[in-house]
């Protein structure tokens, strides 16, 4: 897995790298826009991974490639400011950069960089990519063993100062912090951080994730729309974010919404991190097939409260849901990108095709449709120790009855 980054970087820089580190996708198994309100999420780590070869340079110079998008840069780390690198290059160097604004002993490197991870389909590439640099640009450089969420908030405020993407903190956490065969329940508002078991294989079941490959023009601006909406919301209801809106006390909240455009809002934030609860005790119980409606109503509410949805994956969650999946949803922020099933280990192909052969029949791109194992966060890959896992196990959910 790792000798393609290490030939790929020799064949760039023309010597051997000092080391390959990885860091994996994600997608949310639920909890959508929770993580803009201080809530809940659920996330699981890809098996796909973006991995990173680098090695340190003494220059204070950061070169870059990558094997999936062109464009190689050599960049200065004194010039870095957040406005001044565009394209691809903008993800690492922003890491360079964050790190450094924390105070991180981090010095220039060549970097190469491939990925399996699909890129632009709300499965976190951009996460993949900024964890797996930080990660090495850190254990390069001697920096101070930083723990693993925190190395996920400085990935964060990479993507938000610096590239200039508004996004929350789920995607590289997720990426930082997952382990193998669970899902990462994270309250956003931190600290809290646990491992619930999400061993699907062991209960007969499998995560079918469906890149539907389109994405629509309107994503950025309803991000930023559905944002500022939950924002004026909690200023209404004078809470400081909509987490803080109790779920017993929804209906007294739309009540006291002045503005009946927040309400369907309201309504899917507050709803959805309660579902994100009610499915983190169903998995923490034994009971993952219990948990396939909840994920159905949690796409109804990003549909037609939140929405955000569109034809392409409203399609595959219609489609999953009637060939026999347990529960469907779209995953991400819409407006395209990917949705899930969950569905019984036997039906998985059934359902998978029924999708495929729906897009053909309604005449959509043909989807790229992949069983997801829940997998681990980043590591080093080479050489060889895994990189350590310094702060990154949560407390682990007990596996009886809550
Ligand atoms: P997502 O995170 O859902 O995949 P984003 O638009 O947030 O989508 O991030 C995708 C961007 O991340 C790409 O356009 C590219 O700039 C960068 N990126 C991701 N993977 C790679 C890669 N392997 N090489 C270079 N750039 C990458
Ligand atoms: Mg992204």
Request: some cysteine; aromatic content about 4%; hydrophobic content about 45%.
């Amino acid at each position: 897995m790792t000798g393609g980054a290490v030939t790929g970087f020799e064949d760039a820089y023309g010597y051997a790298p000092e080391g390959v580190w990885s860091a994996p996708g994600r997608v949310n198994l639920i909890g959508e826009y929770t993580d803009v309100n201080e809530g809940h999420v659920l996330p699981v780590a890809l098996p796909q991974r973006t991995r990173v070869a680098a090695a340190a340079r003494t220059d204070g110079v950061l070169r870059l490639r990558s094997r999936d998008v062109p464009g190689p840069a050599g960049l200065p780390l004194d010039g870095l400011a957040p406005g001044r690198v565009t394209g691809w290059a903008a993800y690492p160097a922003g890491v360079a950069w964050a790190l450094r604004e924390a105070g991180l002993p981090v010095g220039g490197a060549d970097v190469y960089v491939e990925s399996d991870v699909p890129a632009g389909a709300g499965l976190s590439s951009s996460a993949a990519l900024e964890v797996a640099t930080a990660l090495a640009l850190t254990e390069l450089h001697g920096a101070a063993p930083c723990d693993r969420p925190a190395l996920a908030r400085l990935a964060q405020r990479a993507e938000n100062a610096f590239v200039g993407v508004p996004c929350g903190v789920m995607d590289q956490t997720a990426s930082a912090c997952c382990v193998p065969g669970h899902a990462l329940h994270l309250d956003t508002r931190g600290p809290a951080l646990r491992q619930v078991p999400f061993d699907l294989a062991a209960h007969g079941l499998r995560l079918l994730v469906v890149d539907t490959r389109v994405r629509h023009a309107l994503a950025d601006g309803a991000y930023a729309a559905r944002r500022a909406g939950c924002e004026a919301a909690a200023r209404a209801l004078g809470v400081r974010a909509l987490r803080d809106v109790p779920y017993g006390e929804l209906e007294a909240a739309l009540g006291a919404l002045a503005d009946p455009a927040l309400r369907p809002l309201v309504r899917h934030v507050v709803t959805e991190d309660e579902r994100v609860r009610d499915v983190v005790a169903l998995l923490a119980a034994g009971e993952p097939r219990k948990a396939g409606p909840l994920l159905t109503a949690g796409h109804a509410s990003l549909r037609d409260d939140f929405a955000v949805s569109c034809p392409e994956l409203d399609l595959a969650v219609a489609v999953a849901n009637g060939a026999g999946a347990l529960g469907a949803r779209m995953t991400g922020a819409g407006f395209g990108g990917s949705a899930l099933a969950l569905v019984e280990e036997g039906g998985a192909e059934a359902v998978g095709a029924a999708v495929t052969a729906a897009f053909a029949a309604a005449g959509h791109r043909p989807p790229r449709v992949f069983a997801a194992v829940a997998s681990g966060g980043a590591r080093r890959e080479f050489p060889g120790d895994g990189g350590g896992e310094v702060g990154v196990r949560g407390e682990e959910e007990p596996a009886g009855p809550p």
